[in-house]
């Protein structure tokens, strides 16, 4: 049987957001006795976890971003908006957007993270950020547009600073994207500014505990710790940020470092919606749920992936990390739910099953915890790439990526080197 | 003999522009004894004649744009700089530009054209534009914004008004932008926009000479004209464009058409520089050049493709069309001349060699008139096809086009329809 979005007897269900966790919800959610609307600033899924490769250049961004419809259009009972949520209101069981009013029997927040600044506005106006589509291609821009300017810099020091670049933050995100800027210090310096000196050229990363990869085990610290020292990239460990005005970078031991270009990666929080309140907030902004997924407090609300903190998953006590897979894990377990109430069954907890971490350095050059076993290395990469393709959305966008990387692979190039934003902060579009 | 750049006493020759005349002549003096700066605003070379593609989402703009560096990098004694051209002074023989100043021994002038307007800033400021990749993101952004405001339209006379896209000019980019408009009304409005009634779009094409593509035998013109009204696609033609204030557009038959998107591409005028005279100008602001595609009246001053009219080839008394073809072959022209100067021969007079032209306005439709034989229908899009793949640069843009074209064809999807930019006009960047 198939259900319409139109048939005003079916409960009627609101998606905010359209990431991993939206996005799942969507699929799962797909010709069941549900009304969905998804709603959504943006047309299109980005898949985060690769917007590093845009940044260096390796892949084009419509190989990582997905447009909404192509999803939601196969299943006649949902529908998408494209629009900014303003307001919404719990008691009335309402949300407000740039298109009007909608009513939800159930409301579901699945609005992701933005990057956390902890509340320093001058590291804000003057770092770069890796966060949307928009930021990856503004980040690349930056970096290109820097190695442009060093061509005809006035001095050996302001060259420098121009190819000195700053990764703050020693997650997935920093050390990725730090490796993928040595690998340009390589193999597309040399080639594309033969006038270039790229010895003068730096890559830091910066991490204020004492290890990167924090949330993976000690052993796979150490080998991208071994990856990234040999590529040449300069890591401190046990060193924070004190602040930087868009030329110097003070460190809390003393040191300074002068760029141009600096990546702030040291942090995510959740984002929020207008009308509910800061007390159902927990850490980092994310709002307190139950093993349902249940806004704790609120009725008919929902909050999954980095959105939502859960209490009461007996092995995740404090919550699950704000990646893409316990928003797919929540999102697919609230679906289940909502079918098991449709039927009348009762609702059953949420238990995150952890299937492991990656992260890839460079070439040949990745560590992988999964499924109990470690490993690192070429072996880690194939690994990566090769899952990472998987979870890529459509089978056109893993053809494209497939066919970029053979090409990355084979050609020791990052083909992708358009400038195509004006200097400075994203535009947000 | 390996020619250097940083060797003083070779002859300097500065070429203003990256594109198919530009990089045409980067290529031929490569290794050859002179020392040349290609300026550019961009960094990358674009392919125009797919713009359309780009903005029907049908490829992404990594397909048709193309690091200048990549091709600079082969030639020790060609170098590149991504700046903006100031002001040129011929008496002085340098270039005043945002790095600085550059003298010359020769200059080379390939700065291409731009949208004419006609003077007409009202249209100017209401109309979008096909000349530039950030062009194409826009005309994409404003297409699909255009889909998705049509789904909350207050009324249908809104909705109609919405779903209304005008292409202005009967030449290759209006044609091509009209058809692939058409093919998402039919493949991809009603999968993407169920909600819609795909019926309410239409895509009108104005042309003020009785038949579109007037560069092209009657013949030509009556398949296309047929391809498009086939395809649902209005076409007015002996009708002209009396104004548009960004909601209601007048023709000069005193007809009205209400409507959100037009895309002007009725005309091209010459970019210019500023330092040189308008007496140093012709037809449509090009820059008037003798046999040798000197500019008449000025010493070591060379302009090529659309910014040169040249008077003198016999068979192209009006000067030749401003399309890249013209442009490529005046390069590779000039490119011998100036080897030949180099050994002390004399120099030989420019004689355009058409090969003819294509356009094509869908799947399975185009039309092509090469080398004295007319053909249309499959074979002529088969045509066109290789034949751009082909004129691509590079072998990546190559493969991953192709890709892209297969996906296309064989899904009758268009796949990258990602709202990447805010409504309005083109952020230049």
């Given at each position: 049987m198939a259900y319409s979005y139109f048939d005003e007897k079916l409960p009627h269900l609101i998606i905010i957001g359209g990431g991993f966790a939206g996005l799942e919800l969507v699929k799962k959610l797909g010709n069941k006795p549900y009304r969905v609307t998804l709603l959504d600033k943006n047309n299109y899924f980005t898949f985060q976890p690769m917007l590093y490769q845009v940044a260096a250049g390796g892949i084009g961004p419509d190989g990582i971003a997905y447009p909404l419809r192509k999803v939601v259009s196969r299943y006649p009972n949902i529908v998408f908006r494209m629009t900014e949520v303003r307001q919404v209101d719990t008691q009335n069981n309402s949300v407000q957007t740039s298109i009007g009013e909608f009513s939800y029997d159930y409301l579901v927040i699945a609005i992701g993270a933005q990057t956390n600044f902890f509340g320093n506005t001058v590291l804000e106006a003057n770092t770069l950020q890796l966060k949307s589509v928009s930021d990856a291609l503004q980040l690349r821009s930056s970096i290109l547009l820097a190695f442009e300017k060093a061509l005809t810099a006035k001095n050996e020091a302001a060259q420098r600073?121009?190819?000195?670049?700053?990764?703050?933050?020693?997650?997935?995100?920093?050390?990725?994207?730090?490796?993928?800027?040595?690998?340009?210090?390589?193999?597309?310096?040399?080639?594309?500014?033969?006038?270039?000196?790229?010895?003068?050229m730096s890559v830091y990363l910066i991490e204020a505990s004492p290890r990167v990869l924090s949330s993976m085990s000690e052993e796979s610290s150490d080998a991208v710790l071994k990856f990234l020292t040999g590529m040449g990239v300069e890591v401190l460990l046990n060193t924070a940020v004190e602040s930087y005005d868009g030329n110097i970078l003070k460190l809390n031991n003393g040191k300074i470092i002068e760029s141009d270009t600096v990546l702030w990666?040291?942090?995510?929080?959740?984002?929020?919606?207008?009308?509910?309140?800061?007390?159902?907030?927990?850490?980092?902004?994310?709002?307190?749920?139950?093993?349902?997924?249940?806004?704790?407090?609120?009725?008919?609300?929902?909050?999954?992936?980095?959105?939502?903190?859960?209490?009461?998953?007996?092995?995740?006590?404090?919550?699950?990390?704000?990646?893409?897979?316990?928003?797919?894990?929540?999102?697919?377990?609230?679906?289940?739910?909502?079918?098991?109430?449709?039927?009348?069954?009762?609702?059953?907890?949420?238990?995150?099953?952890?299937?492991?971490?990656?992260?890839?350095?460079?070439?040949?050059?990745?560590?992988?915890?999964?499924?109990?076993?470690?490993?690192?290395?070429?072996?880690?990469?194939?690994?990566?790439?090769?899952?990472?393709?998987?979870?890529?959305?459509?089978f056109r966008n893993r053809v494209v990526v497939f066919v970029q990387w053979m090409w990355n692979y084979f050609s020791y190039d990052r083909a992708i080197r358009l400038i195509t934003r004006p200097p400075g902060k994203t535009i947000e579009t």
């Open positions: 600073k121009l190819l000195t670049f700053v990764v703050v933050g020693g997650g997935p995100t920093g050390v990725e994207t730090a490796g993928a800027l040595a690998e340009m210090k390589k193999h597309v310096v040399p080639s594309d500014y033969k006038e270039l000196d790229a010895s003068r990666a040291a942090g995510v929080k959740s984002n929020n919606l207008k009308g509910i309140d800061k007390e159902f907030l927990g850490k980092a902004g994310r709002y307190k749920v139950n093993e349902y997924n249940k806004v704790i407090g609120l009725e008919n609300v929902f909050a999954l992936g980095d959105a939502a903190i859960m209490e009461g998953d007996p092995n995740f006590p404090m919550g699950h990390a704000m990646i893409g897979t316990p928003a797919q894990q929540q999102a697919r377990h609230l679906a289940k739910n909502l079918i098991r109430a449709a039927k009348g069954k009762d609702w059953l907890p949420f238990r995150y099953f952890d299937p492991g971490t990656m992260a890839t350095v460079g070439r040949n050059k990745a560590v992988m915890e999964i499924f109990g076993t470690k490993t690192s290395g070429w072996f880690a990469w194939l690994g990566w790439m090769f899952l990472h393709l998987m979870l890529l959305v459509g």
